[in-house]
């Protein structure tokens, strides 16, 4: 079945609307889709000949969006070094095997894997797999890492293709649902509640899941000065000679 035409909206799906739903048998036209989400990419189907169907549906839309992709048949898909792009993948049904350069992975039902950008990375479906992913903010996620740091990456966060923990896909599984019942409700949070929402899935991910900078912040490291540390200090060095600054002025400043 032909997918209907797309809207507008649709048709930049970098910042995807929530219940927008294709289904094709088109396969360069799903293709296409997917790039527009996520990254350009090659799509092979493998072992099988005749029409391949695919659906894609947005659960959730906004700046990290939840979306639930299948294709009919198996399929390899070779999405190169994308840049930019930080996917958390979840298998819904059927199998998958996840490789980026030289580390692979499989994934089984309830299974969840990160994505991390600048790896060769490929992707084997098996008939019947589904997934679930949620595309997070790559510059968000190296900001949110800098400040626990307290200093500036030297390297972008790249987590190791590994599968969640227990601890972790309990939580993250939780913390999805969350924002999918929010979804089902018609629930629009306010921009700040939001906002904090999605950090709190960056933070689950940075804190849980082994990365290249994990060793670094299970490390002590300086905490900045508090700012109003930095203002007494300005006030007691800019008083004039015989101000009679004390303690109490300056808290009181």
Not at 71 to 96: H, Q
Not at 212 to 231: D, F, G, I, M
Request: charged share 25%.
């Amino acid at each position: 079945m032909s997918a209907p035409a797309m809207s507008d909206g649709a048709a930049n799906l970098r910042e995807p609307s929530r219940g927008f739903r294709m289904v094709t048998s088109d396969l360069s036209e799903a293709i296409a889709a997917v790039s527009r989400l996520y990254c350009p990419h090659d799509v092979t189907v493998r072992g099988r000949e005749g029409p391949v169907s695919s659906r894609l549906g947005v659960l959730r839309g906004g700046p990290q969006p939840i979306v639930e992709l299948r294709y009919s048949a198996p399929v390899r898909i070779d999405a190169g070094r994308f840049e930019n792009l930080l996917l958390v993948k979840t298998c819904v049904e059927g199998s998958a095997t996840t490789r980026q350069d030289d580390a692979s992975c499989s994934l089984a039902p309830g299974r969840t894997v990160p994505l991390s950008p600048s790896a060769d990375t490929v992707l084997d479906f098996e008939a019947g797999f589904v997934q679930r992913s949620i595309r997070l903010s790559m510059e968000g996620m190296n900001r949110l890492c800098a400040a626990h740091l307290n200093r500036p990456l030297d390297e972008q966060v790249r987590f190791e293709l590994r599968p969640f923990s227990s601890a972790l896909e309990r939580a993250w599984s939780d913390a999805a649902g969350l924002v999918l019942r929010y979804e089902r409700q018609g629930l629009a949070l306010p921009p700040a509640s939001a906002a904090r929402l999605d950090e709190f899935m960056l933070a689950l991910l940075l804190e849980l899941q082994p990365h290249n900078h994990s060793e670094a912040l299970r490390e002590p490291h300086a905490l900045s000065t508090p700012r109003a540390v930095r203002e007494a200090e300005h006030l007691m060095r800019t008083a004039p000679p015989g101000a009679g600054r004390t303690i109490s002025s300056i808290a009181r400043e």
